[in-house]
């Protein structure tokens, strides 16, 4: 067939497939962007969950829904910190580019049925958390697969650029998605889910027209048992954690809940089970002697205590903004989730100016000078956070925030390069999948001690406090003391959710008070100026936390040695089935035709 009889859209198949290194910009493009609407959604629901909540007739601060309240910010989490690591083997079968297609069009329904939602209630409160669960499962196929596509498509030299670009798309969406969901709730809160819809169908056709299987496959059975254990005991581990930071029993906090030390424990024996099958298996789901490549196994382990260090971060930035620093500036409690994600943005700042060149600069001198680098930097912006008087001027935080933006920055891209460089072509889904894994499941962890660690500290000076300035302030004695003795954890979701703790917590007796009165409690300056100080002293905690992961991490990176790439070609063991020939995508078949 002649090019001039081709249609349009086979002509430019054409072009892009034949002119020299078009297609690495074409794999660059497509993941970048997979990635981004992945971490988009990953949080955007956080600053929309208020508007989300009224939309289906459910109060998150009844403590009956205080789960749906958590599922929906983490289920979307937790089922990516499972999947991926199993999907990224699943790639290697049965080729990266069908499972990435397949992510993209899986994340796309679930946006549509998100979308849509008509129930309202428990009823709604749950098909939301299912959907945002086919969400992530969706993610999970981006996140496993999008740097193996793009190892496979860029030379060794020029890795760290294309994964710097979309490691930042990855890291900067999900503060992007905090005004995102802040803009568009207060419009209408299907939009929160709506607006991926689009850009998800464009991708989803894009990546099934134009992306090529260039990786090599290695066909082998599926480790059912590895994966049942794996995700069992994941699954139990990261529960755990979630109910962990609600109070039990009279408790702040629920990890004396036997239930909870019942998922910590059985989840961890399910975990040591899966560690002795995957030594045991043919073909294993987690390929345990990549770890004695230094180079992947230093690089995995500082992408845990980095992302240890980074997972809670957001959450402590916001409840400092909405529940201190916004009110006290003037902003009521209902303005303060947009504003916070506004004020934030230097963080994003910081993530979009580092990756991409720090990326381009570990494919000329290795991964470990940014790496170890940026995790000192990242230290020593933690420690400049627990520096910053409660009350801080804004430029003095806008200035903390973009340096750790930019220290996380200057890790991430070479970090992830130097992993990728140095997986054997033949497991660069698995190995991706399994640093993924690492890091999806310590931001859920991050999570859990952050606020643990935070509700330590409130609870140790905030009843007290509390008692004393409702009591000055002409509640009653009983009353205060009943509010002075309810969980922290209270505080911190109304807090979260752009409610005011004290309207929330005094409403029963604000009607017998004097309007003065009440207008003087529920005003913007007595919750902040009360908790304060017992909220510093938490969130101290929780940066000094930080900092030493990021220490840790910093020797880590040291550790991993100098510039390292895997050899090209790997011999396949003798025992092994010859791999598959990747098979031709449709713009190789319209060229062909």
Same mark, same amino acid.
């Given at each position: 067939?002649?090019?001039?009889?081709?249609?349009?859209?086979?002509?430019?198949?054409?072009?892009? &497939?034949?002119? *020299?290194?078009?297609?690495?910009?074409?794999?660059?493009?497509?993941?970048?962007?997979?990635?981004?609407?992945?971490?988009? /959604?990953?949080? !955007?629901?956080?600053?929309?969950?208020?508007?989300?909540?009224?939309?289906? #007739?459910?109060?998150?601060?009844?403590?009956?829904?205080?789960?749906?309240?958590?599922?929906?910010?983490?289920?979307?989490?937790?089922?990516?910190?499972?999947?991926?690591?199993?999907?990224?083997?699943?790639?290697?079968?049965?080729?990266?580019?069908?499972?990435?297609?397949?992510?993209?069009? =899986?994340?796309?329904?679930?946006?549509? $049925?998100?979308?849509?939602?008509?129930? #309202?209630?428990?009823?709604?409160?749950?098909?939301? !958390?299912?959907?945002?669960?086919?969400?992530?499962?969706?993610?999970?196929?981006?996140?496993?697969?999008?740097?193996?596509?793009?190892?496979?498509?860029?030379?060794?030299?020029?890795?760290?650029?294309?994964?710097?670009?979309?490691?930042?798309?990855? !890291?900067?969406?999900?503060?992007?998605?905090?005004?995102?969901?802040?803009?568009?709730?207060?419009?209408?809160?299907?939009?929160?889910?709506?607006?991926?819809?689009?850009?998800?169908?464009?991708?989803?056709?894009?990546?099934?027209?134009?992306?090529?299987?260039?990786?090599?496959?290695?066909?082998?059975?599926?480790?059912?048992?590895?994966?049942?254990?794996?995700?069992?005991?994941?699954?139990?581990?990261?529960?755990?954690?979630?109910?962990?930071?609600?109070?039990?029993?009279?408790?702040?906090?629920?990890?004396?809940?036997?239930?909870?030390?019942?998922?910590?424990?059985?989840?961890?024996?399910?975990?040591?089970?899966?560690?002795?099958?995957?030594?045991?298996?043919?073909?294993?789901?987690?390929?345990?002697?990549?770890?004695?490549?230094?180079?992947?196994?230093?690089?995995?382990?500082?992408?845990?205590?980095? +992302?240890?260090?980074?997972?809670?971060?957001?959450?402590?930035? !916001?409840?400092?903004?909405?529940?201190?620093?916004?009110?006290?500036?003037?902003?009521?409690?209902?303005?303060?989730?947009?504003?916070?994600?506004?004020?934030?943005?230097?963080?994003?700042?910081?993530?979009?100016?580092?990756?991409?060149?720090?990326?381009?600069?570990?494919?000329?001198?290795?991964?470990?000078?940014?790496?170890?680098?940026?995790?000192?930097?990242?230290?020593?912006?933690?420690?400049?956070?627990?520096?910053?008087?409660?009350?801080?001027?804004?430029?003095?935080?806008?200035?903390?925030?973009?340096?750790?933006?930019?220290?996380?920055?200057?890790?991430?891209?070479? /970090?992830?390069?130097?992993?990728?460089?140095?997986?054997?072509?033949?497991?660069?889904?698995?190995?991706?999948?399994?640093? +993924?894994?690492?890091?999806?499941?310590?931001?859920? $962890?991050?999570?859990?001690?952050?606020?643990?660690?935070?509700?330590?500290?409130? +609870?140790?000076?905030?009843?007290?406090?509390?008692?004393?300035?409702?009591?000055?302030?002409?509640?009653?004695?009983?009353?205060?003391?009943?509010?002075?003795?309810?969980?922290?954890?209270?505080?911190?979701?109304?807090?979260? $959710?752009?409610?005011? *703790?004290?309207?929330?917590?005094? &409403?029963?007796?604000?009607?017998?008070?004097?309007?003065?009165?009440?207008?003087?409690?529920?005003?913007?300056?007595?919750?902040?100026?009360?908790?304060? &100080?017992?909220?510093?002293?938490?969130?101290?905690?929780?940066?000094?936390?930080?900092?030493?992961?990021?220490?840790?991490?910093?020797? +880590?990176?040291?550790?991993?040695?100098?510039?390292? =790439?895997?050899?090209?070609?790997?011999?396949?063991?003798?025992?092994?089935?010859?791999?598959?020939?990747?098979? *031709?995508? *449709?713009?190789?078949?319209?060229?062909?035709?």
């Amino acid at each position: 067939m002649s090019t001039t009889r081709r249609s349009p859209a086979a002509r430019l198949r054409l072009h892009l &497939h034949t002119t *020299p290194d078009h297609y690495k910009w074409v794999a660059l493009s497509n993941t970048t962007l997979g990635m981004l609407m992945a971490t988009i /959604n990953s949080s !955007i629901v956080i600053i929309a969950l208020p508007a989300i909540f009224r939309g289906i #007739h459910l109060d998150p601060l009844i403590a009956s829904n205080t789960s749906y309240l958590l599922w929906m910010l983490l289920g979307f989490l937790v089922v990516g910190a499972v999947l991926v690591v199993s999907l990224g083997r699943v790639g290697d079968i049965f080729g990266r580019v069908r499972m990435y297609n397949l992510g993209f069009a =899986v994340f796309t329904v679930g946006c549509i $049925l998100l979308s849509v939602t008509w129930l #309202h209630g428990s009823a709604g409160a749950l098909w939301m !958390i299912v959907m945002r669960i086919v969400q992530g499962i969706g993610a999970a196929f981006l996140f496993a697969n999008s740097s193996a596509i793009l190892t496979d498509a860029f030379p060794a030299n020029e890795r760290g650029l294309a994964l710097g670009i979309n490691m930042v798309a990855a !890291i900067a969406g999900s503060f992007i998605g905090l005004v995102l969901g802040g803009v568009l709730a207060p419009v209408a809160w299907r939009l929160v889910f709506l607006v991926s819809v689009p850009v998800g169908v464009l991708g989803t056709v894009w990546a099934y027209l134009m992306l090529e299987e260039r990786g090599v496959r290695s066909p082998s059975k599926i480790d059912w048992l590895g994966n049942v254990t794996f995700a069992v005991g994941l699954i139990a581990v990261l529960v755990g954690i979630t109910y962990g930071i609600l109070p039990y029993g009279g408790h702040d906090m629920g990890w004396t809940n036997p239930e909870v030390i019942g998922e910590l424990a059985g989840g961890v024996a399910i975990l040591a089970l899966f560690v002795v099958i995957e030594r045991r298996v043919s073909a294993p789901m987690f390929r345990l002697p990549l770890f004695r490549i230094r180079a992947f196994s230093a690089g995995v382990f500082a992408t845990l205590l980095s +992302a240890l260090s980074r997972g809670g971060l957001m959450f402590m930035l !916001i409840i400092w903004l909405q529940g201190i620093w916004l009110p006290e500036h003037g902003y009521s409690f209902s303005q303060t989730p947009l504003w916070a994600g506004i004020y934030m943005l230097p963080l994003s700042v910081g993530f979009l100016i580092a990756g991409p060149f720090s990326g381009r600069l570990a494919d000329r001198f290795g991964a470990r000078p940014f790496t170890t680098g940026g995790m000192i930097l990242a230290a020593g912006s933690f420690l400049l956070l627990i520096s910053l008087p409660v009350t801080f001027a804004y430029w003095a935080f806008a200035l903390v925030i973009f340096l750790n933006g930019f220290a996380m920055g200057l890790f991430a891209a070479p /970090n992830q390069t130097g992993i990728m460089n140095s997986l054997p072509p033949d497991q660069r889904g698995a190995g991706a999948g399994m640093a +993924a894994t690492f890091m999806n499941s310590a931001m859920v $962890l991050s999570i859990g001690i952050f606020f643990s660690l935070i509700i330590v500290g409130l +609870a140790s000076t905030l009843p007290g406090t509390l008692y004393h300035g409702l009591t000055t302030h002409g509640v009653s004695h009983a009353y205060a003391a009943r509010v002075a003795h309810l969980p922290p954890v209270g505080s911190l979701f109304a807090a979260f $959710l752009g409610y005011n *703790p004290i309207g929330t917590m005094l &409403h029963p007796v604000l009607g017998h008070m004097t309007h003065a009165k009440a207008a003087y409690l529920t005003g913007h300056r007595f919750f902040p100026t009360l908790v304060s &100080h017992p909220f510093a002293s938490g969130i101290h905690e929780a940066f000094y936390f930080a900092a030493g992961c990021c220490v840790v991490a910093a020797i +880590a990176s040291w550790l991993r040695g100098a510039k390292y =790439v895997h050899a090209a070609e790997v011999p396949a063991p003798a025992s092994a089935a010859a791999p598959v020939p990747a098979q *031709p995508t *449709p713009a190789q078949r319209a060229r062909a035709a």
